[in-house]
């Protein structure tokens, strides 16, 4: 083989890291002003804690996402004051699954309003989980940030080469279907946190 033609290999071609990149985008989103570096290696130590470190390699599941989001707003309620930089109001970051249990309405209407209001300007995104399989050449499962939605098109807030807007029409809901040259999006519904900053309680 040439020497010419061997291609190195990026950052993220070979990790699974989307994941964690995905958490520290979507409270950057949110609040600014805390520090990307800080935010992203404070994340990292907190997934070691599961004692599953080859999930960096692997990839990341709902159950880790969970345990590291809430690790890491414990560390950030701890360690800072979060003020709203208008009303200089206090405020905290939460976050809710709304289809960790089964028994919830999962219809394709429901998820995408669920998604919809994701609006980072007025202090709400989510972290989606999505597999992507166009029937040709991309197939591929990651993580990204939704920080808003217009014109029927999803607007990301992603770690790597994502599309920044991912139209409706593009995009099935817990299909069984592997791929899908039509609407090769396919979005799970367990796989959607919603992070929201609150009033803080006083």
Avoid at 62 to 77: A, F, P
Avoid at 159 to 173: C, F, M, P, V, Y
Avoid at 175 to 191: A, L, V
Wanted: hydrophobic share 35%; aromatic share 10%; with cysteine.
């Amino acid at each position: 083989m040439s020497a010419n033609r061997i291609k190195p290999a990026k950052q993220g071609h070979l990790d699974g890291a989307c994941g964690f990149y995905a958490i520290v985008n979507a409270i950057h989103l949110l609040e600014p002003d805390l520090p990307q570096k800080e935010l992203f290696n404070i994340t990292i130590s907190t997934f070691i804690q599961d004692g599953n470190p080859m999930a960096f390699i692997e990839g990341t599941n709902r159950g880790t996402i969970k345990n590291v989001l809430s690790r890491l707003l414990e560390y950030i309620h701890s360690n800072y004051e979060l003020t709203d930089n208008t009303t200089d109001e206090p405020y905290r970051i939460k976050f809710s699954i709304p289809y960790w249990v089964k028994d919830n309405d999962r219809s394709r209407k429901d998820v995408i309003d669920t998604l919809s209001q994701a609006n980072y300007r007025k202090g709400t995104v989510c972290i989606l989980g999505f597999g992507m399989n166009d029937g040709d050449e991309l197939d591929y499962a990651h993580w990204t940030v939704i920080k808003g939605f217009k014109d029927r098109c999803f607007i990301t807030h992603d770690s790597g080469q994502e599309a920044k807007k991912i139209n409706l029409d593009t995009i099935r809901i817990d299909s069984q279907q592997r791929k899908n040259s039509q609407r090769p999006y396919n979005y799970f519904s367990e796989d959607i946190f919603i992070l929201e900053r609150v009033p803080a309680e006083k």
